[in-house]
């Protein structure tokens, strides 16, 4: 019984050191970084920072977009202040010629031009 056992165990020691074999072949093409998935780490890591500045940038303009936008709305919401008190205003003005009765229509004579005109020296 003791041999069966022996002899199972050892079975058991090799198939674990075959195991422990193919799992650091693996993790030695896993991390080697001039191909294979190493690389492919490397590329996405890179990929990952350079986008990671990017929207750095693009949060920096879109931030000062915004603060342009505020300002240019504050400047058009005064003017329109404005632009209703002129309408208040127009409002409170009597109408033009309202007092003085129809108008009379003007008649403006201009004299012919001569066609051709000399010059003088």
């Known amino acids: 019984m003791e041999l069966i056992a022996d002899i199972l165990l050892g079975a058991g020691a090799l198939g674990a050191a075959a195991y422990c074999l193919v799992l650091s072949r693996r ?11 190493g690389s ?12 990671t500045r990017a929207l750095d940038r ?4 879109a931030t000062s977009s915004a ?4 300002g240019r709305t504050r400047r058009a919401e005064q003017v329109a202040e404005r632009l209703e008190l002129l309408l ?4 409170d003005l009597p109408e033009p010629g309202g007092d003085s009765g129809p108008r009379r229509q003007r008649v403006v004579r201009r004299r012919p031009r001569p066609e051709r005109l000399e010059v003088a020296e």
């Open 27 to 37: 993790l030695a093409a896993f991390t080697r970084l001039e191909s294979g998935m």
């Open 40 to 51: 492919a780490i490397a590329v996405l890591s890179a990929q990952v920072d350079d986008m």
């Open 58 to 61: 693009a949060r920096g303009a």
């Open 67 to 70: 603060d342009a936008l505020e």
């Open 88 to 91: 208040a205003s127009m409002h």
